[in-house]
């Protein structure tokens, strides 16, 4: 299923490898804990328990997990940056996101401030996480995105575009984010 050509060794176990690699795969993508994953393969008849899901994920979850990332979307040249507002418990706070033009959520970060440190925090995790700059960058008219971009113009063609035909923002405001990465041993 998700690996054709395994280098993980399944020998001494139980189940087939697809059912492990299965099991795995729905802690790691879907947030699910291990009682839930064992619920849902109970309903398919499959009965094993949440300590041997628990051990699965301890032995074969990182390698599952970097076959993940691997396959990962790559992020497309024109990414869409937007800044929404959000009020928790009364106070307000500003949503940060970024989206690349397949509308592919990039990133997002919650700041309490809409301003040129906060841009530069998204803008420094976006570069982190993906290890590059895009062509383009589409935003609204707020001038903290220039100003947090103009330090890491690096002279590769990228620029900063403001206001590309004014519109409001896409509909990835409304979406929810990516799920969890499994990058952890228990």
């Given amino acids: 299923m998700l690996m054709t050509k395994s280098r ?8 087939p490898p697809e059912i492990i690699t299965h ?4 802690y790691c993508r879907f947030n699910l804990s291990f009682r839930e994953v064992e619920e849902m393969f109970l309903e398919r008849g499959i ?17 599952i997990a970097r076959e993940l990332r691997r396959r990962q979307h790559q992020p ?10 959000v009020t928790i418990k009364g106070r307000k706070f500003w949503l940060w996101r970024a989206v690349d033009q397949n509308g592919v959520v990039l990133d997002e ?4 401030r809409r301003n040129t440190a906060a841009a530069k925090r998204l803008l420094a995790r976006l570069m982190k996480r993906h290890g590059r700059t ?11 995105y220039s100003a947090a971009r103009r330090p890491t113009r690096n002279g590769d063609g990228s620029k900063l ?7 409001p923002l896409p509909a990835w405001a409304e979406t929810g984010g990516p799920g969890r990465p499994c990058s952890q041993s228990a």
Avoid: C, M
Wanted: glycine share 4%.
């Fill in 161 to 167: 575009r403001r206001n590309l035909q004014k519109r």
């Fill in 109 to 112: 970060i919650l700041q309490s």
């Fill in 76 to 85: 497309g040249d024109i990414w869409h940056l937007g800044e929404v507002v």
């Fill in 8 to 15: 993980l060794s399944y020998k001494r176990h139980r189940f």
């Fill in 47 to 63: 009965d094993v328990s949440y300590e041997t899901i628990r051990r699965w994920v301890v032995k074969f979850g990182p390698a």
């Fill in 134 to 144: 895009p062509k383009r960058f589409i935003t609204d008219n707020l001038r903290s």
């Fill in 23 to 26: 099991a795995v795969w729905l």
